[in-house]
């Protein structure tokens, strides 16, 4: 349990680091370069790959220590994605749509994962 979850976590990594070269380039042809935008996708990043790697830890917890509820995790996490929201709307060095976009980026590449194993696991 402990490797597939690490290895979840090691293709959000990838994945958002493809993902966010893909905003970049998209906002490269939209809005023209700006600092903003790349600052945006950097801290939005960090903190959605802090996010799944809390709820990494929380998942692990509840399966070898049997704690069910974790509630400080979840304050922690929700913590973390408000400093980042905040930072992209009070910051004029950060963009809030890039700050925000890299949390909604687990949805897409979970949903990829979860089709490629499916593929995967009919042809056998």
């Known amino acids: ?24 380039i998209v ?16 801290l939005g990043s960090i903190g959605m790959i802090c996010n799944l790697h809390l709820l990494r830890r929380s ?29 992209g709307l009070m910051s004029e060095h950060v963009s809030a749509v890039t700050a925000v976009l890299p949390f909604l980026y687990p949805k897409i590449l979970f949903g990829i994962l979860s089709v490629r194993t499916d593929k995967k696991s009919k042809k056998f």
């Open 59 to 87: 998942i692990l917890n509840a399966v070898y220590h049997g704690k069910t509820r974790d509630f400080k995790g979840y304050l922690i996490r929700v913590l973390i994605a408000s400093a980042v929201i905040a930072a």
């Open 27 to 42: 906002s490269l042809i939209v809005v023209k370069f700006r600092i903003a935008v790349l600052t945006g996708l950097f």
């Open 1 to 24: 349990m402990q490797e597939d979850l690490h290895k979840e976590l090691h293709f959000a990594a990838v994945g958002t680091l493809v993902l966010d070269l893909l905003v970049w």
